[in-house]
């Protein structure tokens, strides 16, 4: 079974080509690539993002409290009509990530989101996370708002799977055609050639890591890709006044 409740600090850098190979290159001395990855270069990732009509999750996000959260339905390529995806709830609380989801069909989990009544119980479901989300859609009216995929490789510390650090490039969003079955196109989030290098511990991060981290003068950025989707979609005069003053 997928592991399915997350608790680790997430840290994040913006890579051009030339810095994402360099350390690449090093980061294989101390971690070995995800299983899939020693397969395939690359494993796709797409999400559909919910949020409030006037979107007051990702204003809130972007206004850096110390409490977010948000939610996020998620599939591995492209699903086909009736396969299951991941439908997560995402928490931030000074600084520690906590991700909770559950499987669910695609169907299941947009109805879950529309209606706020939980879908039948089947094996493949966990109920208690399903009862978190439940009590999380009683205090919002959420609605499908935007598409985020991009190319992933994840890695992970040999003889230790509690650090894990992921690539990702290609960003691409869109505000329209909102099904993980649609398609993975979209316009892109960041030019070509840059990448978003994600660190992932429960802990602190190893000695090696920091000296490393240091010596190639990696400094850490905050970036979200919704957050920076909802600023490119803010700066095109796509949202009121009002809303734009929190972007």
């Given amino acids: 079974m997928a592991i399915e409740v997350f608790n680790r600090y997430e840290n994040k850098y913006l890579l051009d080509d030339e810095a994402y190979r360099r350390v690449y290159d090093r980061l294989l001395e101390y971690m070995e690539l995800d299983e899939y990855n020693k397969q395939h270069p690359f494993y796709s990732i797409g999400n559909i993002y919910f949020d409030t009509p006037n979107d007051a999750l990702i204003r809130k996000s972007l206004s850096k409290p110390k409490y977010k959260e948000k939610l996020r339905l998620r599939a591995y390529g492209v699903p086909k009509p009736g396969a299951k995806g991941y439908l997560e709830l995402k928490k931030k609380v000074f600084g520690l990530v906590n991700k909770r989801r559950t499987s669910l069909t695609l169907d299941e989990a947009f109805d879950f989101v529309r209606t706020g009544v939980e879908p039948e119980h089947k094996d493949y479901m966990n109920t208690q996370v399903l009862q978190e989300i439940h009590y999380f859609l009683q205090r919002y009216d959420l609605e499908p708002k935007v598409y985020l995929a991009y190319e992933r490789k994840a890695m992970f510390c040999i003889g230790n799977r509690d650090l894990r650090i992921t690539f990702d490039t290609n960003i691409r ?73 929190y972007a």
């Fill in 173 to 245: 969003s869109r505000r329209y055609d909102l099904r993980l079955e649609d398609g993975d196109y979209g316009e892109p989030l960041l030019e070509s050639g840059r990448w978003l290098m994600e660190v992932k511990a429960e802990k602190t991060i190893p000695m090696w890591l920091s000296r490393m981290l240091s010596e190639h003068r990696m400094f850490r950025t905050s970036f979200s890709k919704y957050g920076n989707e909802y600023k490119k979609y803010a700066a095109n005069g796509k949202i009121g006044k009002e809303a734009a003053i």
